[in-house]
């Protein structure tokens, strides 16, 4: 069982500490996303690197488009990983959309965690007026979803049958091995509704695990007065603002990032 | 610029890691209803919609960084009066004086966009008419026929997968139920081929059946079910084999009319 989950979510385990420290990659991407943050952190630390399924090099049968369709089924992914590597005391990395999955699994096992570090986080993308701004519309997503059908960005179930009706063609196959945020359009498209439309503002309050809110400058898709949101709703959570620009500041500016994450997990004596 | 960049056909920014253009050619600006210098120290987010700024930097901007380039991508760029340019978009990452650089060169495509939306519809079209058709095949695959008062016939036609074991299995409980039938008939006359596999799914699907309370006559096993069975050392023990459908339902009604043992 946890061999087919090691599998099923393409699991990497590297570094030399003891202390386990779990990457989650955001939506769009996959792993790969944190090439510039995540071997800082190999010398002190058990470094996880996963897909979610429907992302990356994750296992595609495994996808069930019910699970996949509400951030809870992607929780259970972070839950799986860490109980089939059986870890504990976790430092959970999430980025983007996946700073909230990492509260709804701590919100399952608070147990399992030691911090929450969530980077660029937004418990709410649409506006909910006259209280709450995400920074969205819903019409604004409807933007986005449509974006997401037309762009078929190393669609692997495409390139794949593709693949296996021009065997003479090897450059075809090295095309769906080499694809960088494949994915699969359908799927994409059900996580960008997961993402998007969700709003998980009542799930902050139930948050046990102390937690570290990475806010970018002029991030468009989670602006500083979300990142405020968060800080007055999220018990235990510490604000740090960036001076990282945009919306990947583990891929802009990884060294800021590595900085802030480290510091914080030592002010936490998580060495 | 160069000047022939400046005044080729087609858009053209240079922007860096930040996501500031650092330069763009007068053909984009003329799409965009701004003057000389109208984008310089802009983000590329100011051109994008809403969406096209999650697009940008979930995809796009990852794409360039991790893969050096991006290709194909379809965006809408958005005007100074708030048209949009539907456009194909490649961006290339290099390095320039020390520090990256992404340039991209938009295309628009206005008609191929309507055409598109259009192939996208009709495949949408297209796979719900699929999934009705597969609904209906379901149906149309596992029939349970009520022959007489408490006698079912079941016909298994085709092929006998798993899957349509299940369902066949499914259907002809809740039929044995609803129908309150004490003789259930299977019959395989119509199958294409006897393997090991389909009589274990078929003495399956007879042991539901009789856990149900009802009993279960398989009709139809011919000469070359017969060499199958035997060829695979598999015995149908307990359940009822008639040769044809006829005799099946001769022992069905017989069996049918015998006092019952429920209280009904």
């Not at chain 1, 500490?17 to 995540?38: K, L, S, T």
């Not at chain 2, 100011?46 to 700024?53: A, E, V």
């Not at chain 2, 009802?214 to 015995?235: F, K, N, P, S």
């Amino acid at each position: 069982m946890s061999e087919e989950i090691l599998r099923r979510n393409n699991v990497k385990v590297s570094g030399r500490g003891r202390r386990p420290v779990v990457f989650a990659h955001g939506f769009g991407c996959d792993q790969n996303m944190w090439r510039f943050v995540a071997p800082a952190f190999e010398d002190d630390y058990r470094v996880v690197l996963f897909d979610y399924v429907g992302s990356g090099k994750s296992d595609l049968r495994a996808y069930d488009p019910e699970r996949y369709s509400t951030l809870d089924g992607y929780a259970r992914d972070v839950l799986d990983v860490c109980e089939a590597l059986r870890l504990r005391d976790v430092v959970f990395v999430g980025h983007s959309v996946s700073g909230v999955v990492g509260l709804l699994a701590s919100i399952k096992e608070p147990g399992l965690f030691a911090r929450l570090v969530l980077v660029g986080p937004s418990p709410c993308y649409v506006n909910h007026p006259p209280d709450y701004r995400g920074g969205f519309e819903r019409a604004d997503i409807e933007g986005l979803l449509d974006l997401m059908d037309k762009n078929y960005i190393g669609w692997a179930s495409f390139l794949a049958p593709v693949v296996a009706k021009n065997p003479e063609r090897p450059e075809l196959a090295r095309e769906l091995e080499e694809s960088f945020c494949s994915t699969d359009p359908r799927v994409a498209r059900r996580f960008a509704e997961a993402t998007f439309l969700a709003d998980n503002r009542r799930d902050l309050p139930k948050v046990r695990v102390p937690s570290l809110i990475m806010q970018c400058s002029e991030d468009a898709i989670a602006p500083a007065e979300v990142g405020d949101y968060m800080s007055r709703h999220l018990p235990g959570s510490t604000l740090r603002q960036l001076d990282a620009t945009g919306h990947c500041p583990h891929m802009s500016h990884p060294e800021e990032t590595v900085r802030v994450i480290k510091e914080y997990l030592a002010a936490g004596g998580l060495t | 610029m160069d000047e022939l960049l400046d005044t080729a056909p087609c858009g053209f920014i240079a922007f860096g890691n930040d996501g500031h253009i650092l330069a763009a050619n007068a053909t984009l600006l003329g799409w965009l209803g701004l003057g000389a210098g109208g984008l310089a120290g802009r983000h590329v987010e100011s051109i994008l919609p809403p969406g096209g700024r999650i697009f940008y930097q979930t995809y796009f901007f990852p794409l360039l960084v991790l893969h050096g380039r991006a290709e194909e991508i379809y965006l809408s760029l958005r005007g100074a009066g708030g048209e949009e340019v539907p456009v194909l978009a490649n961006a290339a990452r290099r390095e320039r004086g020390g520090s990256p650089v992404n340039d991209c060169v938009f295309v628009p495509m206005r008609q191929r966009r309507r055409f598109e939306d259009e192939l996208l519809s009709a495949k949408k079209e297209a796979e719900e008419a699929n999934r009705t058709k597969d609904a209906l095949i379901e149906e149309l695959s596992t029939p349970v026929i009520t022959v007489w008062d408490g006698v079912l016939l079941g016909p298994v036609i085709g092929s006998l997968s798993r899957e349509r074991a299940d369902l066949m299995t499914a259907a002809l409980l809740r039929a044995v139920v609803e129908r309150r039938a004490r003789v259930v008939i299977l019959d395989i006359t119509g199958v294409r081929t006897m393997d090991a596999d389909v009589v274990r799914r078929l003495t399956n699907v007879a042991a539901a059946v009789r856990l149900m309370g009802a009993e279960c006559v398989l009709t139809g096993v011919g000469a070359g079910v017969a060499r199958t069975l035997v060829r695979a050392g598999i015995e149908l023990g307990g359940l009822e084999v008639r040769r044809t459908l006829a005799d099946g339902l001769t022992h069905a009604l017989r069996a049918a009319r015998a006092p019952s043992l429920h209280n009904d």
